[in-house]
């Protein structure tokens, strides 16, 4: 079994920043893509950020520029720094890792359970 856990979330006023953090633990031979998705109230869970074990990463237009991905992969962490914080940011954030739990075993998508991120105006 893998568990990841996240923290960081919270109340910003708009224009304000955040840091959100994600760990992952337990049956973990080798991590492939983590990343971070958001769904707002009413709206489909969207990818934010993903950055690979090789640390490429990809955003969602509309936070080019203002947010940035990065992880650790010693201590299996991914990161989100968020600037410039907006209120259509509001939603809450999970954190997405696929995992291969064993050599020649496949990859599997893992979820965390998610932090509320509100920014108001």
């Known amino acids: 079994q893998v568990r990841l856990v996240e923290s960081g979330g919270g109340l910003v006023q708009a224009g304000g920043s955040l840091r959100l953090s994600c760990g992952a633990s337990?049956?973990?031979?080798?991590?492939?893509?983590m990343g971070w998705y958001r769904q707002a109230p009413g709206k489909q869970r969207e990818l934010v950020a993903s950055?690979?074990?090789?640390?490429?990463?990809n955003y969602t237009d509309s936070v080019k520029g203002r947010f940035t991905v990065s992880r650790d992969n010693a201590k299996n962490m991914v990161f989100l720094q968020m600037n410039s914080l907006k209120p259509e940011d509001t939603a809450v954030y999970y954190c997405?890792?696929?995992?291969?739990?064993?050599?020649?075993?496949?990859?599997?998508?893992?979820w965390g359970q998610g932090t509320q991120v509100t920014v108001s105006s």
């Open positions: 997405n890792a696929e995992v291969q739990e064993r050599r020649w075993t496949v990859y599997r998508d893992y």
């Open positions: 337990g049956s973990i031979f080798r991590l492939d893509a």
């Open positions: 950055v690979t074990n090789g640390g490429s990463t």
